[in-house]
T-cell receptor
Framework: GENVEQHPSTLSVQEGDSAVIKCTYS??????FPWYKQELGKRPQLIID?????GEKKDQRIAVTLNKTAKHFSLHITETQPEDSAVYFC????????FGAGTRLTVKP | SQTIHQWPATLVQPVGSPLSLECTVE??????LYWYRQAAGRGLQLLFY??????ISSEVPQNLSASRPQDRQFILSSKKLLLSDSGFYLC???????????FGDGTRLSIL
């Protein structure tokens, strides 16, 4: 089955800096790669996703890149703000969804 | 539009008691349904998923079970809860293979 690894587990940046979170997956059949943001005590919420026929997608300050050959994808957050502080999960899906272990992002004001 | 309902929001149960958590989805048919558990400060552990009525795949052997008696209903159960069953339980649904999962609000389960 699919195995997703996510790095780093914790990330601390200064407000205004960029943050990058990286994930690798094992199943080359996976064709859908979402990113979720989870605030403390709440459910994970989808923030951006990318499908296997696309190499990059951007939505305002958030972008995701996908390298199918290397089987890795990354989340980029620019101009970080304190409200970006949360746990971020990557995931990969073919039949079922497999999640990375999460990255706790802290943005210091 | 589609919505997912999960209840209760919080639950405190003694060790050895039974458990039943319910999840229902509205506005879609034949969804894939999932149960996850999240320990404090940890990631999402997939417990069960279902691609159709009566079809349950178990990811982790344990004292929990799942059932899907109706197309849009997914139930997580236990006959006897353990202390280690404490956690945040999330139900989720998805449609086609390249669509996102949508999560319910979760149930915070505390075992005493």
């Amino acid at each position: 089955g699919e195995n997703v690894e996510q790095h780093p587990s914790t990330l601390s940046v200064q407000e205004g800096d960029s943050a990058v979170i990286k994930c690798t997956y094992s199943d080359s059949a996976s064709n859908y790669f979402p990113w979720y943001k989870q605030e403390l005590g709440k459910r994970p919420q989808l923030i951006i996703d990318i499908r296997s026929n696309v190499g990059e997608k951007k939505d305002q300050r958030i972008a995701v890149t996908l390298n199918k050959t290397a089987k890795h994808f990354s989340l980029h957050i620019t101009e970080t703000q304190p409200e970006d502080s949360a746990v971020y999960f990557c995931a990969a899906r073919y039949v079922d969804m497999r999640f990375g272990a999460g990255t706790r992002l802290t943005v210091k004001p | 539009s589609q919505t997912i309902h999960q209840w209760p929001a919080t639950l405190v149960q003694p060790v050895g008691s039974p458990l039943s958590l319910e999840c229902t989805v509205e506005g879609t048919s034949n969804p894939n349904l999932y149960w996850y558990r999240q320990a404090a400060g940890r990631g999402l552990q997939l417990l069960f998923y279902s691609v159709g009525i009566g079809q349950i795949s178990s990811e982790v052997p344990q004292n929990l079970s799942a059932s899907r008696p109706q197309d849009r209903q997914f139930i997580l159960s236990s006959k006897k809860l353990l202390l280690s069953d404490s956690g945040f339980y999330l139900c989720a649904w998805t449609g086609q293979s390249n669509q996102p999962q949508h999560f319910g609000d979760g149930t915070r389960l505390s075992i005493l």
